[in-house]
């Protein structure tokens, strides 16, 4: 109890400390370097969910080499409207200048992504604007929501526009159609009416400044020209397949959890090594894949996770009853799994606001308590099933009975304290004794116990035997 205690504790401890990871240098934007690279990011199609986890690896991917910019190659319909609000979050996080280049849409949500980048080029026939809310069939909005949505969105991404010095106003006249929008005495859009610029009508200067883009450029290498970076290298970064898939890892997160540590358990439980141990591998694997290919995380959170289960099983491999070893590694994988969930960017302080840590909680939350109830059932039914002879390979040798669970395994609800039986296989301090008729696993008290030791049930906890010598 006091070691399982121990091993709570340490996990709760390491998932208050500050993100795993190591930092990169990188050049900062001020003053670039020559050999830093400029990323090509394009985004094309309808603004989803895919697409924001696409463009924040990217992001995340430039501030770590060390980008000297990144041009978005924008060319889409619009979207989803969430997904636009998270896209400009990251867009706004990244510590180089990002640039959008309309090749040749930015209708709807492109246009408010744009509006986050530090300078907009089009491309010589090409259009940006109407970005009037409309649910998802397409259809307009009842009078009274889109009244709403419009009033708060529009004073969000006028604060995205100001913040990259666009004129706020032109937010209300992509989105609002019962406001006149004017720069200056001329009326740039009338009440009544969504704004939708040309190439041409975007760069036209109004009372010394233009309206909306920087210029008008024929390729992606022209507007790296116009910026000011044609002697930087040029990268693209392409969206990968795994990119859709990892969206549904971050969002079904707690059951991959619940799997590997399910897994995990029945594997400790039963010798040898067969599906359970399958299972956990492949679940820890795809969680720790899917949130890497997502943006959230990167190998070094891997690394500690391997590193705390090497740790976790020298205690019971090599150091029985040292505890040391056994509570370092489950606090490091603890740690390990809430962080890969964690959305933090490199060389960045970490930011443990409510936002960020929302999502790791609730979901590490989620996963323990249905891997409880879940390990439980488990436990007290599994071994009734004649399918759970089939779960386990057998690991017979010649030199000592099989580890291969027999059905009666896990029958821990029929042992009671005070019975005595005998080791039939080398408790390390975890093994199976056998009680009357019943082959249980069991743990001993912290000593080594070779087979054939005369033993007594010292404890039962839940689907736990404690067992010592018998005197």
Not at 223 to 248: C, D, K, L, N, Y
Not at 290 to 319: D, K, M, S, W
């Amino acid at each position: 109890m006091k070691l399982r205690t121990s091993i709570l504790a340490a996990a709760c401890v390491v998932c208050s400390l500050p993100v795993l990871g190591a930092s990169s240098a990188h050049a900062t934007d001020e003053s670039p370097s020559d050999k830093s690279p400029v990323l090509v990011v394009p985004i094309r199609g309808p603004i989803s969910e895919a697409q924001f986890f696409f463009l924040r690896r990217a992001i995340k991917q430039a501030d770590a080499t060390g980008a000297a910019a990144v041009v978005l190659d924008l060319d889409t319909p619009g979207g989803a409207l969430s997904a636009t609000e998270k896209m400009d979050q990251a867009l706004l996080k990244a510590r180089m200048p990002v640039f959008a280049y309309i090749n040749p849409n930015a209708a709807s949500a492109g246009a408010l992504i744009a509006l986050a980048t530090k300078g907009i080029y089009m491309a010589p026939v090409s259009a940006i604007g109407a970005a009037a809310p409309v649910t998802g069939s397409g259809q307009e909005l009842e009078e009274t929501m889109s009244k709403k949505v419009v009033s708060y969105y529009s004073g969000y991404f006028r604060s995205v526009a100001g913040r990259n010095d666009h004129n706020p106003e032109l937010v209300d006249a992509f989105m609002n159609l019962d406001k006149e929008v004017k720069i200056g005495d001329r009326v740039l859009n009338p009440k009544g009416a969504l704004l939708t610029l040309s190439a041409q009508e975007a760069v036209e200067t109004i009372e010394g400044k233009p309206v909306l883009a920087r210029g008008i450029a024929d390729s992606v290498e022209d507007v790296i020209r116009q910026a000011g970076f044609s002697g930087h290298a040029i990268e693209r970064v392409a969206p990968t397949g795994f990119e859709s898939i990892a969206q549904w890892i971050t969002v079904l997160a707690p059951l991959f959890l619940m799997g590997g540590i399910v897994g995990a358990y029945i594997e400790f439980k039963t010798g040898g090594f067969g599906v359970a141990g399958i299972l956990a591998i492949v679940c820890f694997l795809l969680f720790f894949a899917g949130h890497y290919v997502a943006g959230l995380t990167g190998f070094e959170v891997a690394a500690v996770f391997l590193l705390g289960l090497a740790l976790f099983a020298a205690e019971f491999l090599f150091f029985p009853g040292l505890v040391i070893l056994a509570t370092l590694g489950v606090a490091l994988m603890a740690g390990s799994l809430f962080f890969a969930m964690m959305d933090f960017y490199p060389g960045a302080p970490p930011e443990f606001s409510f936002e960020v840590l929302a999502t790791p909680v609730m979901n590490f939350s989620i996963a323990v308590v249905l891997a409880v109830v879940v390990g439980a059932v488990l436990a007290r039914f599994l071994p009734e099933l004649p399918i759970f002879r089939r779960l386990i390979l057998d690991h017979s040798t010649a030199e000592g009975p099989s580890l291969a669970a027999p059905r009666e395994a896990l029958f821990c609800h029929k042992v009671s304290v005070g019975q005595e039986g005998v080791a039939e296989t080398l408790l390390r301090p975890a093994g199976k004794v056998k009680i009357g008729e019943l082959m249980v696993d069991a743990q001993s008290d912290g000593e080594f116990l070779p087979p054939g030791t005369h033993i007594r049930v010292l404890e039962v906890s839940g689907a736990i035997v404690l067992v010592g010598r018998r005197d």
